[in-house]
């Protein structure tokens, strides 16, 4: 089945620093989303990507989705401590409709 | 801010006990989902539902059964709660397949 691996599983970051998560899916994927979730609360949806080599900004995060389609990262520049929790990616396969696959997810810290 | 209710927050039962989780939405999805996560760890499928008296298991077996008799109510349901049962429980909804999930914000079961 569709499997989706997410690396680094912790990152430990100074304040002000940048760092980069990786998503990758042993599949084709029809879109990929990412999520927080701040310690102790729930997964909140950050954005879609659903075209090849499509790049989304939100402020100081950039993500992107490779040309194939099986792989995405999410890039935060000059890190804060409101960054700290943990970065889901959820892929969903080109034939299966109605559930996402998650990753393992990366758990940020940050150091002040 | 989306619209989907989780009750209890908390919860703490001993072994045995018959327990019901309780998630509601108000977006009129027809879409839902609950996921299984032990703490800092990944989101599992647990079960979902397309639509009023359609249910279906997901990736990760569970003991748990749930019904759709309304569209806005998806309870999950614990007949002999065990230990084993531990973790925090995750509802969620969404308007079409692929898009992006509206998590409530869990329930914390706690067996003894």
């Known amino acids: 089945g569709q499997q989706v691996m997410q690396i680094p599983q912790y990152q430990h970051v100074q304040e002000g620093e940048d760092f980069t998560t990786y998503c990758n899916s042993s599949?084709?994927?029809?879109?990929i989303q990412w999520y927080k979730q701040r310690p102790g609360g729930h997964p909140v949806f950050l954005i879609q990507?659903?075209?090849?080599?499509e790049v989304k900004k939100q402020k100081r995060l950039t993500f992107q989705f490779g040309e194939a389609k099986k792989n995405s990262s999410l890039h935060i520049t000059a890190t804060q401590t409101t960054d700290v929790g943990t970065y889901f990616c959820?892929?969903?396969?080109?034939?299966?409709?109605?559930?996402?696959?998650f990753g393992a997810g990366t758990t940020v810290t940050v150091r002040a | 801010e989306a619209d989907i209710y989780q009750t209890p927050r908390y919860l703490v039962i001993g072994t045995g006990k018959k327990i019901t989780l309780e998630c509601s939405q108000t977006?009129?999805?027809?879409?839902m989902y609950w996921y299984q996560q032990d703490p800092g760890m990944e989101l599992h499928l647990i079960h979902y539902?397309?639509?009023?008296?359609?249910?279906e298991k997901g990736d990760l077996s569970s003991e748990s059964t749930v019904s759709r008799i309304r569209t806005e109510h998806f309870p999950l349901t614990l007949e002999s709660a065990r230990p084993s049962h531990t973790s925090q429980y995750l509802c969620?909804?969404?308007?079409?397949?692929?898009?992006?999930?509206?998590f409530g914000n869990g329930t914390r079961l706690t067996v003894t």
């Open positions: 959820a892929g969903l396969g080109l034939y299966n409709d109605y559930k996402l696959s």
């Open positions: 599949t084709t994927l029809s879109n």
């Open positions: 977006m009129g999805h027809d879409k």
């Open positions: 539902s397309y639509g009023v008296n359609s249910t």
């Open positions: 990507l659903v075209k090849s080599g």
């Open positions: 969620a909804s969404s308007a079409e397949p692929g898009s992006p999930l509206h």
